[in-house]
């Protein structure tokens, strides 16, 4: 077995901010196992415009929605660790909003233990 040169946690990349723990939410939606964000769907697309802000959008709302779209994908899908599906975000309150492909993934976490994290396709 090859030496280990360099290896990056997820505690450390929670740490860092390159993920982004939303366990309390995502518990409330329904998810039994800890759920963390990238920071790329983090900064693109859960945080609103602030002029979407100004008009009552709000990260919660924004990331509800998306864990109410993959809870939907789950249970349509059939056993896998990977699923890709899609939101539909306003970025702006004058445009249509726009389509994004997002991908979860069940892996383990740290410890083994079995955790989600979405993302952007680009980020895995």
């Known amino acids: ?28 939606a329904g998810f039994k ?9 983090y ?3 859960l945080m609103p ?3 979407l802000v100004k008009a009552g959008l709000s990260f919660e709302g924004r990331l509800w929605d998306t864990l109410s779209v993959l809870r939907y994908a789950i249970k349509s899908a ?6 890709s599906f899609t939101v539909l975000f306003a970025q702006a309150s004058d445009a249509t909003p ?13 410890s083994g233990e079995p955790v ?3 993302m952007l396709p680009s980020d895995d």
């Open 43 to 45: 900064h693109g697309y």
């Open 98 to 110: 726009v389509s994004v492909n997002l991908l979860a993934v069940c892996g383990p976490g740290d």
């Open 1 to 28: 077995m090859p030496d280990i040169i360099y290896s990056y946690s997820r505690a450390q990349a929670l740490a860092d901010g390159v993920l982004v723990d939303v366990s309390e939410l995502a518990h409330e």
């Open 78 to 83: 059939s056993a896998t660790d990977r699923l």
């Open 116 to 118: 989600i994290t979405i």
């Open 33 to 41: 196992l800890p759920v963390a964000v990238s920071d790329t769907l």
């Open 49 to 51: 415009p602030l002029d």
